[in-house]
Every structure is written in C-alpha cells, then in structure tokens.
C-alpha cells in the first residue's frame, strides 16, 4: 500500500505570498513523478489562478485503487482542469502498474 500524496505550494512570503512553485510530497516515487511533469506543473498552476485550492490523492483501504480530494473555489471547472485530472490518474495508473 501507498502513502497519500498532497499538492504543496511554495510561497515568497509564508502564508499569503505569491506562489514560487508546485510541489507534491508524500509517497517519494509518485511524488517525485508528478513533480517532475512540467506539463502537469503548468496546467496546475494556470488553474490555481482560477480556483484550485488542493489536491490530495489517497489509497483505498486495501491498496488496489485509489480516490482524489479536489478543493477549488466556488467556480465552473475549465478544460485545463480536466487534462490535469487526466494526467494525474495516469501518473497514479502507471505507479500503479509498477508497483503490483
């Protein structure tokens, strides 16, 4: 089974600075896969300037699937949103894959 991996964001200032970067941490393999998605990285952070708020991907009890908590303000879901759902579950998909 696999830990939970989170969305993170790094600020100029602590709490209410800009944005410098998106991260994720948790799980070090998947973690380390979407952090390095630059494409996936470009998407999220054109859609946190429309409303995403977090991220967070959890396995299911017993490890065979997975479920995604999406937090975003009160705002209609753009294309871009939906590509970066697409390209996370196949980042999970693939972890999943090599890790049977």
């Known amino acids: 089974m696999w830990d939970r991996v989170k969305l993170v964001y790094?600020?100029?200032?602590?709490?209410?600075?800009?944005?410098?970067?998106i991260t994720w941490k948790g799980n070090r393999d998947l973690g380390y896969e979407l952090s390095n998605d630059f494409e996936l990285k470009e998407k999220l952070w054109t859609?946190?300037?429309s409303g995403?708020?977090?991220v967070d991907i959890f396995p299911d009890e017993?490890?065979?699937g997975?479920?995604?908590?999406?937090?975003?303000r009160p705002s209609p879901p753009t294309a871009n949103?939906?590509?970066c759902l697409?390209?996370?579950?196949?980042?999970?998909?693939?972890?999943s894959d090599e890790h049977e």
């Open 66 to 72: 997975f479920f995604i908590i999406i937090r975003t």
């Open 86 to 95: 697409d390209s996370i579950a196949g980042h999970i998909h693939d972890y």
């Open 52 to 54: 995403l708020i977090g």
């Open 10 to 21: 790094k600020r100029k200032f602590l709490l209410l600075g800009s944005i410098t970067d």
């Open 47 to 49: 859609e946190t300037e």
């Open 81 to 83: 949103f939906f590509e």
């Open 62 to 64: 017993d490890g065979a």
